[in-house]
């Protein structure tokens, strides 16, 4: 079993930069993969960014060119996000695979200010 939490949401001006973190505590030596997901309001979950083992990244593509997801060990995934848009407003949640399970975290939520 992994844990999850996250932080660093809040209010951010259009065009702004953002720096969510996550942190992962229990079997981490099973992680298989460390992602960022938002859900905005009435809308679906959807995927914003992965870093699997081995360090191979992906995106999606509204976020791509403008984002950064790292990880520190198994322990902290970062998504670092830039020039951010009104329609980035969601709930963002980080999620980690292994090889058994997913875990989630809380969410944090991020407000984009026109």
């Known amino acids: 079993q992994v844990h999850v939490a996250e932080s660093g949401g809040g209010l951010v001006q259009t065009g702004g930069s953002l720096t969510l973190s996550c942190e992962a505590s229990?079997?981490?030596?099973?992680?298989?993969?460390m992602n960022w997901y938002r859900q905005a309001p009435g809308k679906q979950r959807e995927l914003v960014a992965t870093?699997?083992?081995?360090?191979?990244t992906n995106y999606a593509d509204y976020v791509k060119g403008r984002s950064t997801i790292s990880r520190d060990n198994y322990k902290t995934v970062t998504l670092q996000m830039n020039i951010f848009k009104p329609e980035d407003t969601a709930v963002y949640y980080c999620?980690?695979?292994?090889?058994?399970?997913?875990?989630w975290g809380q969410g944090t939520q991020v407000t984009v200010s026109s």
């Open positions: 999620n980690i695979a292994t090889f058994l399970n997913n875990s």
């Open positions: 229990g079997n981490i030596f099973s992680i298989t993969a």
């Open positions: 870093i699997a083992r081995g360090d191979t």
